[in-house]
Protein backbone atom coordinates (compact mmCIF):
# COMPACT_ATOMS: atom_id res chain seq x y z
CA UNK A 1 0.00 0.00 0.00
CA UNK A 2 2.74 2.89 0.79
CA UNK A 3 4.26 1.81 -2.75
CA UNK A 4 0.74 2.50 -4.56
CA UNK A 5 0.08 5.57 -2.33
CA UNK A 6 3.27 7.24 -1.78
CA UNK A 7 3.11 9.06 -5.42
CA UNK A 8 -0.36 10.49 -4.04
CA UNK A 9 0.89 12.04 -0.89
CA UNK A 10 0.82 15.70 -0.30
CA UNK A 11 4.57 17.53 0.30
CA UNK A 12 5.07 18.92 3.70
CA UNK A 13 5.05 22.15 4.24
CA UNK A 14 8.40 24.33 4.92
CA UNK A 15 6.67 27.02 6.37
CA UNK A 16 5.30 26.91 10.06
CA UNK A 17 1.65 27.33 10.46
CA UNK A 18 0.60 30.87 11.63
CA UNK A 19 -0.43 30.54 15.18
CA UNK A 20 -0.03 33.82 16.22
CA UNK A 21 -2.94 36.42 17.80
CA UNK A 22 -2.98 39.48 15.99
CA UNK A 23 -5.52 42.08 16.97
CA UNK A 24 -5.89 46.01 17.76
CA UNK A 25 -4.61 47.82 20.66
CA UNK A 26 -4.54 51.40 22.17
CA UNK A 27 -2.14 51.97 24.90
CA UNK A 28 -3.35 53.47 28.05
CA UNK A 29 -2.45 57.03 29.51
CA UNK A 30 -0.19 54.42 31.84
CA UNK A 31 1.68 53.71 28.55
CA UNK A 32 0.86 49.91 28.81
CA UNK A 33 -1.19 47.53 26.31
CA UNK A 34 -3.09 44.69 28.21
CA UNK A 35 -3.10 40.94 26.60
CA UNK A 36 -4.61 38.45 28.72
CA UNK A 37 -4.61 39.78 31.56
CA UNK A 38 -0.80 41.07 31.64
CA UNK A 39 -0.23 44.77 30.75
CA UNK A 40 2.84 45.58 28.92
CA UNK A 41 4.65 48.71 28.34
CA UNK A 42 5.11 50.77 24.80
CA UNK A 43 7.04 54.10 24.04
CA UNK A 44 5.19 57.33 26.10
CA UNK A 45 5.02 59.03 22.29
CA UNK A 46 1.92 55.85 21.32
CA UNK A 47 -0.44 56.75 23.92
CA UNK A 48 -3.63 56.59 22.77
CA UNK A 49 -2.83 55.66 19.05
CA UNK A 50 -4.27 53.11 17.25
CA UNK A 51 -1.42 49.57 17.33
CA UNK A 52 -1.35 46.73 16.30
CA UNK A 53 -0.71 43.95 19.32
CA UNK A 54 0.89 40.10 18.01
CA UNK A 55 0.73 37.38 20.64
CA UNK A 56 2.91 34.56 19.86
CA UNK A 57 3.72 31.47 22.47
CA UNK A 58 6.70 33.10 23.50
CA UNK A 59 6.49 36.92 22.79
CA UNK A 60 4.26 40.20 22.76
CA UNK A 61 4.96 42.45 20.07
CA UNK A 62 3.64 45.82 19.21
CA UNK A 63 3.75 47.38 15.85
CA UNK A 64 2.47 50.73 14.12
CA UNK A 65 1.63 49.81 10.89
CA UNK A 66 5.09 47.89 9.65
CA UNK A 67 7.25 49.03 12.71
CA UNK A 68 7.56 47.33 15.58
CA UNK A 69 7.92 49.95 18.61
CA UNK A 70 7.92 47.51 21.33
CA UNK A 71 9.03 44.11 22.32
CA UNK A 72 8.41 42.00 25.69
CA UNK A 73 8.56 37.82 26.70
CA UNK A 74 5.39 36.80 27.21
CA UNK A 75 3.71 36.56 30.16
CA UNK A 76 1.10 33.50 31.44
CA UNK A 77 0.66 35.42 35.37
CA UNK A 78 -2.12 37.42 35.71
CA UNK A 79 -2.06 41.07 36.54
CA UNK A 80 1.67 41.49 36.12
CA UNK A 81 2.76 44.55 34.47
CA UNK A 82 5.91 43.80 32.15
CA UNK A 83 7.96 47.26 31.74
CA UNK A 84 10.78 48.43 29.74
CA UNK A 85 12.35 51.57 31.47
CA UNK A 86 13.14 53.17 27.39
CA UNK A 87 9.18 53.47 27.15
CA UNK A 88 9.33 55.79 29.62
CA UNK A 89 12.75 57.65 29.59
CA UNK A 90 12.72 61.24 28.80
CA UNK A 91 8.38 61.52 29.41
CA UNK A 92 8.75 64.30 31.16
CA UNK A 93 11.10 66.29 29.62
CA UNK A 94 10.08 65.93 25.90
CA UNK A 95 6.46 65.70 26.51
CA UNK A 96 5.42 68.08 29.65
CA UNK A 97 1.82 67.39 28.93
CA UNK A 98 1.83 63.94 29.81
CA UNK A 99 2.40 65.56 33.32
CA UNK A 100 -0.85 66.76 33.49
CA UNK A 101 0.26 69.78 35.23
CA UNK A 102 3.04 72.71 35.29
CA UNK A 103 3.45 71.85 39.32
CA UNK A 104 4.59 68.38 38.69
CA UNK A 105 6.75 69.48 35.98
CA UNK A 106 8.30 72.05 38.48
CA UNK A 107 8.45 69.43 41.38
CA UNK A 108 10.80 67.10 39.22
CA UNK A 109 12.96 69.60 38.12
CA UNK A 110 13.34 70.77 41.90
CA UNK A 111 13.86 67.22 42.59
CA UNK A 112 14.74 64.99 39.90
CA UNK A 113 14.52 61.95 42.06
CA UNK A 114 11.03 62.53 42.09
CA UNK A 115 10.35 61.19 38.77
CA UNK A 116 10.83 58.14 39.73
CA UNK A 117 8.25 58.63 41.74
CA UNK A 118 5.93 59.56 39.61
CA UNK A 119 6.77 56.44 37.36
CA UNK A 120 5.45 53.89 40.01
CA UNK A 121 2.61 56.41 40.51
CA UNK A 122 1.54 55.94 36.70
CA UNK A 123 1.96 51.79 36.87
CA UNK A 124 -0.59 51.66 40.23
CA UNK A 125 -2.93 54.01 38.16
CA UNK A 126 -2.57 56.32 41.16
CA UNK A 127 -4.13 60.45 40.21
CA UNK A 128 -1.58 62.66 40.68
CA UNK A 129 -2.49 65.76 40.99
CA UNK A 130 -3.65 65.90 44.74
CA UNK A 131 -0.38 63.67 45.00
CA UNK A 132 1.91 66.53 43.71
CA UNK A 133 -0.31 69.17 45.85
CA UNK A 134 1.24 66.93 49.12
CA UNK A 135 4.45 66.54 48.02
CA UNK A 136 4.64 70.29 46.92
CA UNK A 137 4.31 70.97 50.80
CA UNK A 138 6.53 68.20 51.92
CA UNK A 139 8.92 70.02 50.24
CA UNK A 140 7.88 73.36 51.43
CA UNK A 141 8.19 71.86 55.29
CA UNK A 142 10.99 69.47 55.37
CA UNK A 143 13.32 70.86 53.14
CA UNK A 144 15.11 69.50 50.06
CA UNK A 145 17.67 67.38 51.85
CA UNK A 146 15.25 65.52 53.81
CA UNK A 147 12.62 65.22 51.04
CA UNK A 148 14.72 63.72 48.70
CA UNK A 149 15.99 60.97 51.03
CA UNK A 150 12.38 59.92 52.16
CA UNK A 151 11.58 60.11 47.97
CA UNK A 152 14.01 57.80 47.35
CA UNK A 153 13.22 55.40 50.25
CA UNK A 154 9.86 55.47 49.43
CA UNK A 155 10.58 54.50 45.70
CA UNK A 156 12.81 51.29 46.91
CA UNK A 157 9.89 50.56 49.09
CA UNK A 158 7.44 50.83 46.22
CA UNK A 159 5.29 52.87 47.52
CA UNK A 160 4.20 55.86 45.93
CA UNK A 161 1.96 58.22 47.71
CA UNK A 162 2.46 61.26 49.50
CA UNK A 163 1.38 59.65 52.40
CA UNK A 164 4.25 57.25 52.95
CA UNK A 165 6.93 60.19 52.41
CA UNK A 166 5.12 61.85 55.11
CA UNK A 167 5.40 59.24 57.52
CA UNK A 168 9.38 58.46 56.37
CA UNK A 169 9.99 62.56 57.04
CA UNK A 170 8.16 62.30 60.56
CA UNK A 171 10.23 58.90 61.52
CA UNK A 172 13.48 60.20 60.33
CA UNK A 173 12.60 63.16 62.89
CA UNK A 174 11.25 61.46 65.72
CA UNK A 175 14.09 59.00 65.24
CA UNK A 176 16.81 61.64 65.99
CA UNK A 177 14.79 63.34 68.63
CA UNK A 178 13.77 66.18 66.88
CA UNK A 179 10.11 68.03 66.50
CA UNK A 180 7.59 67.21 63.70
CA UNK A 181 8.01 70.36 61.56
CA UNK A 182 4.36 72.09 60.88
CA UNK A 183 3.34 74.12 58.17
CA UNK A 184 2.43 78.08 58.90
CA UNK A 185 -0.70 78.39 57.26
CA UNK A 186 -1.59 82.02 56.80
CA UNK A 187 -5.11 83.69 55.67
CA UNK A 188 -4.99 84.26 52.14
CA UNK A 189 -5.72 88.06 52.49
CA UNK A 190 -3.50 90.59 51.28
CA UNK A 191 -2.68 92.62 54.38
CA UNK A 192 -1.33 89.53 55.59
CA UNK A 193 0.43 87.77 52.56
CA UNK A 194 1.70 91.13 51.06
CA UNK A 195 3.48 91.80 54.78
CA UNK A 196 7.15 91.97 54.52
CA UNK A 197 9.23 90.73 57.78
CA UNK A 198 12.53 92.34 58.63
CA UNK A 199 14.73 89.85 60.22
CA UNK A 200 16.76 90.69 63.61
CA UNK A 201 19.61 89.18 65.34
CA UNK A 202 18.00 87.45 68.62
CA UNK A 203 21.36 88.54 70.94
CA UNK A 204 18.73 90.81 72.54
CA UNK A 205 16.78 88.00 73.82
CA UNK A 206 20.15 86.13 74.96
CA UNK A 207 20.66 89.67 77.09
CA UNK A 208 17.78 89.63 78.41
CA UNK A 209 17.93 86.08 79.75
CA UNK A 210 21.17 86.97 81.11
CA UNK A 211 20.58 89.45 82.91
CA UNK A 212 17.50 88.17 84.25
CA UNK A 213 19.20 85.44 85.75
CA UNK A 214 22.29 87.32 87.14
CA UNK A 215 19.19 89.41 89.30
CA UNK A 216 17.44 86.31 90.62
CA UNK A 217 20.50 85.54 91.96
CA UNK A 218 21.81 88.45 93.71
CA UNK A 219 18.62 88.60 95.39
CA UNK A 220 18.57 84.96 96.87
Not at 151 to 179: K, W, Y
Request: contains cysteine; proline residues 5%.
Amino acid sequence: MWSEEQGRLIEVSQNDFQTDDVGPCRPSKQCYVRYDANDYSVPYQYVGEILTLIASEHEIRVIDRTVEVARHVRSYSKGEKIRDDEHFRGMYEHKPAAASSCRRSNLIVAVPEAEKLYELMLDAGIATGLQTTKLLKLLEVFGKSAFVAAVNEAVSRNMPRASAVAQILDRRDVSRGEPVPLPVVLPNRPEITAATVNPHSLATYDAVATSSSEGQAHVG
